[in-house]
Each structure stands twice: as C-alpha cells, then as structure tokens.
C-alpha cells in the first residue's frame, strides 16, 4: 500500500518548456489536491478534483491544468513554464473532503 | 487569499516545554485540521476537529476550536526535539465544495 505517490521528485525546465506532473494514490479516494509550496509559506491549492472526471479551481489555477481521467490518478500541466512557477509540488487526497487528507512527497520544480 | 493564518510565524523553546500554535481563519468551516511537515517533505495529519467539537486530544497534542472567534490552537505538551517542524492548521469552508485550504503554518524549534 503505497499511499500517495508523485513522479517526478525532481525536474528543471526551461522558461517556455511543458511538463506534467502525476499523483497516483491507491487508496480509493474521491478527493484529489495539487498544492505549491514555496520558500517560507504554507500551501496555496491549485486545482482540485472531487471525483472522476471532475476539475476545479483553487486559490492560484492560473499557468497550470488538471485532469482526472482515472479515479486513482490526478495530473497536474505546465504548457508553458515560467520562473514564477518555480515551487515544491505537493499532491494529496482524501476519502472525503471533510477528511484527513494523505500527501505525497513532492515534486521540486526549478524554471530556469 | 489564505484562509487561515498561524500565529506565531515561528517559535523556538527548550525541550520539555510545551509549544502553543494558534490559527485564525476567515469563514465559516466544517472542520479544522492541523499537519505538521518535516523540513521538505510531505504533510502529515495530525488530529481533525469538527466545528461543533471545542476541544480534543490525541497523545501530547490538545486541540481546541472557537467557532466565535473562528480560531483553533494547537498544544504540544512536553516537547521533545523530534517535535521540531512547520506546523499548519488546515480548513474547508461551509460554502465550498469541499477545498482544503493551509494556513501559512508556524516553523516550531525544540532545543534538545
């Protein structure tokens, strides 16, 4: 039982490059999250999905699309690369969203 | 905008202490969970109360929620320097469908 788990750990991109990031949890749930961290603050939401199939919005979706196209996978796209999107990546889900949420380990983004 | 934001930003105390967190947020909630991250790794659940629930515990750790003031405060009894990391209180609002929203956390130093 794996849990949550991000590909890649690391990766640096040029300014203008694509890339996608995948989280894939093995635990059945609804609920699926991509978060950014950077340097000295918490975690500002992406986009999330509440079931197959379904995308929303976060706090900061801008630069950045998702897709859901299986239950236990959740992608997060970069068409265009920008500094500013330089940041640790973190995905999460949950059973419910009212519940505990399981994070993976991150994905450190650089933009060069 | 964040919806809850940690106070203090940081906190260093002698081991054996206890360490208080606080978190305000903005909105009406469902329930208010806190994490605790390790220094570049993923979140890790750490205890969830519900917004009709005023205090709870789990181990060293007390919980208590305000509803009023719409804030929560987090307590580490006994600190131990194991216990050093960013902490971060966590919420998701009564009028969304369910996002789980981070506060901007507090960095916790336990001096052995």
């Known amino acids: 039982n794996a849990g949550v788990t991000q590909t890649p750990k690391f990766r640096v991109l040029k300014t203008g490059q694509s890339m996608t990031l995948l989280c894939a949890q093995d635990?059945?749930?609804?609920?699926m999250y991509w978060y950014r961290q950077d340097p000295g603050m918490g975690l500002r939401l992406i986009h999330y999905?509440?079931?197959?199939?379904?995308?929303a919005k976060g706090e900061v979706p801008d630069g950045y699309n998702v897709s859901r196209l299986k239950k236990q996978n959740f992608l997060l796209g970069l068409e265009s690369a920008a500094p500013s999107q330089t940041s640790v990546y973190f995905c999460?889900?949950?059973?419910?969203?009212?519940?505990?949420?399981?994070f993976g380990q991150g994905t450190r983004l650089t933009v060069v | 905008s964040q919806q809850g934001e940690e106070d203090p930003q940081a906190l260093s105390i002698q081991e054996g202490e206890n360490a208080t967190m606080n978190c305000s947020y903005k909105?009406?909630?469902?329930?208010l969970q806190w994490y605790r991250q390790n220094s570049g790794r993923g979140l890790v659940h750490l205890i969830l109360?519900?917004?009709?629930?005023r205090e709870k515990h789990s181990g060293r750790l007390r919980v208590t929620l305000d509803t009023s003031k719409k804030s929560s405060s987090l307590l580490i009894t006994a600190s131990r320097a194991a216990d050093t990391a960013s902490y971060f209180c966590?919420?998701?609002?009564?009028?969304?469908?369910?996002?789980?929203?981070f506060g901007s956390g507090t960095r916790l130093l336990v001096r052995p």
């Open positions: 999460a889900s949950s059973l419910t969203g009212e519940g505990k949420a399981f």
């Open positions: 635990m059945n749930h609804e609920y």
């Open positions: 999905s509440v079931g197959e199939g379904t995308t």
């Open positions: 909105t009406s909630i469902n329930n």
């Open positions: 109360i519900r917004s009709n629930e």
């Open positions: 966590a919420t998701d609002r009564m009028d969304s469908s369910y996002k789980l929203i």
